[in-house]
């Protein structure tokens, strides 16, 4: 713990007491140093293991932000180009009008494909192509490029599939070789069997939002975000090791709050010699590419080439920090006015419309000891 961070080690043990925390960990980069290294708890409440130095945790969403980085490295390379339509490197996805979808508009949640069509079995949507083959095949939710509305899954396997197309790499691969080996990241896309020990167990919160009692199991919502084929829900389902190996680069990312903030650290700064995107790259991908109302989670989203940017991301950071939250209360974002990177991650799921007061407290106390 660096000097004057004292007020984030009271806020994460308050969490512990005040806001139901199970096991966690949360850790800052400043100006490429870490300044923040904490965890307690249990790493898995039911078998008494407790939360280690070396424990990691599935994060949901904020797997985005890793996904987005692969595919703006990837631009900055002159690999791929935004603006370029999906169908010039994955010719099948042009099927049924979605022949001019350009890369910026699957990245900013404006492609039209929130909701995946297809009826499919959960080994089939983990084991990869036929999820992206019937994605390829269906037609667009909404005439793309008209509205926005979050792909909360459709993001990772488009997405995924245009790095496979391109580099002949799955995506957790080329992760793991263009980013998180050089970076010394523990963070995958797709855990490998030889980690799942250090993985703890997450908590499902203790009543799930039934989104098709409420809107309807037609309803655009329930489909995207239980489906496809109503396959998920936030349940004990996510601990299974098949759902942790498989590749889903929008949802299943496994890593430590270390690794996280260190990522983000290295995307507005140097770490140990590595800066992952140039400056440049970075305020292209923070230009605001979607605002306002979001037709599938109902309330005002806000996102940049992949990023969530604020007011969407989380209360109290910096108005031009970027990242992405994770479903229950996983948080990872970058600030490049103040040059930092945060990682927070939790065993206990909670779903709060208006900001999980765990990481609200965590992200006002290293403001506060920032001033």
């Not at 985005?64 to 390379?77: H, M, S």
């Not at 909360?152 to 957790?172: D, H, K, M, N």
């Not at 992760?175 to 050089?182: D, G, K, L, T, V």
């Amino acid at each position: 713990m660096a000097r004057g961070f004292e007020p984030v080690r009271e806020a994460f043990a308050s969490n512990f007491e005040h806001h139901d925390d199970v096991g966690a960990a949360c850790a800052v980069y400043r100006a490429g140093t870490p300044v923040v290294d904490l965890w307690g708890g249990f790493a898995d409440l039911a078998a008494g293991r407790p939360w280690e130095e070396d424990t990691v945790q599935l994060v949901f969403s904020s797997t985005k932000g890793i996904t987005a980085t692969c595919i703006n490295l990837l631009a900055e390379r002159g690999r791929i180009a935004i603006d370029e339509p999906i169908a010039a490197c994955w010719p099948e996805f042009a099927a049924r009008g979605k022949d001019r979808i350009p890369l910026r508009w699957a990245l900013s949640h404006k492609a039209g494909l929130a909701a995946v069509d297809g009826d499919l079995t959960l080994e089939q949507v983990l084991a990869w192509h036929p999820v992206v083959d019937a994605i390829a095949a269906q037609a667009p939710n909404w005439e793309p490029g008209t509205a926005h509305g979050y792909h909360a899954r459709s993001f990772g396997w488009i997405l995924g599939e245009v790095v496979r197309r391109v580099t002949g790499r799955s995506i957790g691969r080329f992760f793991s070789e263009e980013i998180a080996r050089p970076l010394g990241l523990d963070f995958w896309i797709g855990l490998p069997r030889e980690e799942r020990r250090r993985c703890a167990r997450i908590l499902p919160p203790e009543q799930l939002l039934p989104l098709a009692e409420l809107f309807g199991p037609d309803s655009l919502t329930a489909r995207v975000m239980n489906g496809p084929s109503g396959l998920f829900a936030y349940d004990d389902m996510w601990n299974r090791p098949d759902v942790l190996a498989a590749e889903m680069p929008s949802s299943n990312g496994v890593g430590s709050a270390r690794a996280i903030a260190r990522f983000y650290g290295a995307l507005v700064g140097e770490v140990d010699g590595i800066r992952l995107l140039h400056p440049a790259t970075v305020a292209s991908a923070c230009v605001v590419q979607a605002d306002g109302p979001d037709r599938v989670i109902l309330f005002p989203s806000c996102f940049g080439l992949g990023f969530a940017l604020q007011p969407m991301l989380t209360p109290g950071a910096g108005a031009r920090a970027f990242g992405h939250p994770g479903a229950g209360g996983a948080l990872g974002f970058a600030d490049p006015e103040a040059g930092l990177g945060f990682g927070y991650v939790t065993t206990r799921m909670k779903f709060d419309p208006t900001g999980d007061a765990r990481t609200k407290s965590l992200v006002r106390a290293v403001y506060q000891a920032l001033h």
